[in-house]
C-alpha cells in the first residue's frame, strides 16, 4: 500500500514552467513504477510518462515529449514532472500513480490530483 500526495499545479502562461511533484508514502517506495496521469475537463483520463524503480527508463506521451521531463528521488520518496513550454491544452488535473509492475501501464494506487491551468 502506496499514499501519494500531489503538490505544485498553479495558473500559469502559455511558454511557462511548472514543477509537480508527488511524495509517496511508505518504506518501497523505489520498488513501484510511477506515472503521471492528467484528465482535462469532459475528456478521459491520459497517460502522461511514467519511469522506472531507479529512473532510468521514462516514456512519455506523444503529446508531451520534448516538453516534460519525469524524475525520482527514491531517497526522498518523490516522483517530479517538469513541464516546460506549457500550452492552454496542457489544462487538466494531473494525477500520480504508483504501480508494481517493473514496467507495464496498468496502475494501482492513484493521488488525488492538482490543477494545472494554462492560459492563453
Known amino acids: 500500500q502506496v499514499e501519494l500526495v500531489e503538490s505544485g499545479g498553479g495558473l500559469v502562461q502559455a511558454g511557462d514552467s511548472l514543477r509537480l511533484s508527488c511524495a509517496a508514502s511508505?518504506?518501497?517506495?523505489?520498488?513501484?513504477?510511477m506515472g503521471w496521469f492528467r484528465q482535462a475537463p469532459g475528456k478521459e483520463r491520459e497517460f502522461v510518462a511514467r519511469?522506472?524503480?531507479?529512473?532510468?527508463?521514462?516514456y512519455y506521451a506523444d503529446s508531451v515529449k520534448g516538453r516534460f521531463t519525469i524524475s525520482r528521488d527514491n531517497a526522498k520518496n518523490t516522483v517530479y514532472l517538469q513541464m516546460d513550454v506549457l500550452k492552454p491544452e496542457d489544462t487538466a488535473v494531473y494525477y500520480c500513480?504508483?504501480?508494481?509492475?517493473?514496467?507495464?501501464?496498468?496502475?494501482?494506487?492513484w493521488g488525488q490530483g492538482t490543477q494545472v491551468t494554462v492560459s492563453s
Open positions: 500513480a504508483a504501480a508494481r509492475c517493473s514496467w507495464c501501464n496498468s496502475f494501482d494506487y
Open positions: 511508505g518504506r518501497t517506495f523505489s520498488n513501484y513504477l
Open positions: 519511469i522506472n524503480w531507479n529512473g532510468v527508463l521514462t
